[in-house]
């Protein structure tokens, strides 16, 4: 075996600074995802606005409809009213979903058990949902033609946050 003289290649040590250029591109990226994420964000927002409470709902709607005291009274109470009934209607039907939960829990869910669960569900829905309505045609028929005409338009539009809850129970 012979031994070279001759000098090998220089090694650098494995551990290094990072390099600005690096540093500068993982800042961007990181900058990039805020970016991108904010746009997703704003885009959900505006697609989905949050509901209005009731109050300035009717408000709003009375204000722009020109309705009298009474009528933006009546609508006010029509509105607290569809709240409370979606609240009751929710109570009854949470420990009945709860039970739904559990029965496909079991080993081998009973198919007759759930579509008697299922039943309860719709029929408690579909009686508060019969309720609401009949009390927005009483409301509605006290007004007047222009008034039915302006409130119809506004809930035509599908961008109106303050007639979402009128196209809700008409099934818009």
Not at 6 to 12: C, L
Not at 130 to 157: E, P, T
Request: with cysteine.
């Amino acid at each position: 075996m012979t031994i070279s003289t001759e000098a090998g290649p220089v090694t650098r040590s494995l551990s290094r600074r990072p390099r600005l250029i690096e540093v500068a591109l993982i800042l961007s990226l990181a900058l990039n995802c805020f970016i991108v994420g904010g746009v997703v964000m704003t885009a959900w927002h505006f697609r989905h606005p949050p509901m209005p409470p009731p109050d300035i709902e009717v408000e709003t709607l009375a204000g722009a409809a020109g309705l009298s005291a009474t009528e933006t009274s009546d609508l006010l109470s029509f509105a607290r009213s569809v709240h409370l009934d979606a609240a009751i209607t929710r109570a009854q039907n949470e420990p009945l979903g709860n039970s739904y939960l559990a029965e496909l829990m079991q080993p081998n869910p009973r198919q007759d058990v759930l579509d008697k669960i299922e039943g309860q569900i719709r029929s408690n829905k579909v009686s508060m949902h019969q309720k609401v309505s009949g009390d927005f045609i009483s409301w509605f028929r006290q007004l007047d033609l222009q008034k039915r005409q302006f409130i119809i338009a506004r809930i035509r539009d599908s961008r109106d946050p303050t007639t979402r809850g009128f196209r809700w129970i008409i099934g818009m």
